[in-house]
């Protein structure tokens, strides 16, 4: 629903898109693709997008981010995770998904810069995605801005349909760990999240959570808070920008 009214998060993420630099490409890991055994990057030059959720109002089928692939981005990727030991295959005909544009239509709204897509392989283990962050860290210095689409509480059971305004106390102190552990610059620390107050709760599965560590593994330090806030008690907008 963020797609239709991103509210205060939404007008955080663009005028943190308005102060970008001109990109050459996005790349975005989103929790929404699990590949088996190997990364794969979309390489399509005309990607498109899926709505792959049910339920919503009507409007939300209607929207579309008709950003342009990079075939050329995504072999460059595919490279770099190689050289890595993590192989990565290129696929011409996925779409962009939903942990994709909803994000990118607040922060790119003009759809003019080119995105790749980059899956999430299972199995995996957050030292595996530190180690792919920083495989394509190089992308930084070539104009490609690198996008971990997820969320960092995310558990859809434990939804507080009458108060949405306040976190859960379970959802709340986990967020607030994930805060401390990024703000000493310790990617260790982060990848122990399992031992922190609330993990079961806060992340029943780890697909919402991992693209952080993407992020994380390309970062140079300790990241600044974009944003804080929560839907429905259990759903949190923390988002971050790594140096």
Known sequence: MLALDGGDWGR??????????????????SAHWESSGTFRLSSAALPGVMHD????????????????GSPEVAAEAAGLLARAGLPA?????RPLDHGAWVPLRHLMPGAEVPVVQLSLPRPRTPELLLAAGRALAPLRERGVLLLGSGGIVHNLRRLDWEDSSDPQPWASGFDR?????????????VAEWNQAPGAAESVPTSEHLDPLFLALGAAVGPPEGLYEGWQLGSLSLSSYVFP
């Open 53 to 68: 959720f049910g339920g919503f109002p009507e409007a939300l089928y209607a929207l579309d981010y008709p950003a342009p």
């Open 177 to 189: 760990w994930i805060r401390a552990q990024l703000a000493t610059g310790e990617a260790a620390a």
């Open 12 to 29: 955080a993420v663009s005028a943190f898109g308005r102060k970008l630099p001109p990109l050459r490409a996005i790349l975005v890991c």
């Open 89 to 93: 295959e290129l696929d011409a005909e």
